[in-house]
């Protein structure tokens, strides 16, 4: 019998127990003003929320630095030789 879940797991298993998709398809038809797709604000921040939760929010990084030291981006690669 396996023992507990991790706390790991138990987040897991809560953000699989809804349904991400169908909260992004009701908030599009919401915002797109389809009918039979109204919400309240509570059922908006909510739905909000959880997307928040399983979903990352895609901001704009900015990388600035002292313009007589740029930022240098160099690639590393490994190569393993068999022996």
């Known amino acids: 019998m396996p023992g507990p879940l991790s706390r790991v797991e138990?987040?897991?298993a809560w953000r699989k127990s809804f349904?991400?998709?169908l909260l992004i398809k009701k908030l599009n038809s919401h915002a797109?003003?389809?009918e039979?797709?109204?919400m309240t604000r509570t059922q908006i921040d909510a739905a909000?929320?959880?997307l928040a939760k399983t979903v990352p929010d895609l901001k704009a990084i900015e990388i600035s630095g002292d313009?007589?030291?740029p930022v240098a981006i160099q690639e590393v690669?490994?190569?393993i030789v068999g022996g």
Do not use: H, N, V, Y
Request: aromatic share 0%; charged share 40%.
């Open 10 to 12: 138990k987040m897991e």
């Open 19 to 21: 349904d991400t998709t």
């Open 32 to 34: 797109l003003g389809q």
């Open 36 to 38: 039979g797709a109204e």
């Open 48 to 50: 909000k929320i959880l």
């Open 67 to 69: 313009p007589d030291r």
């Open 77 to 79: 690669t490994r190569t």
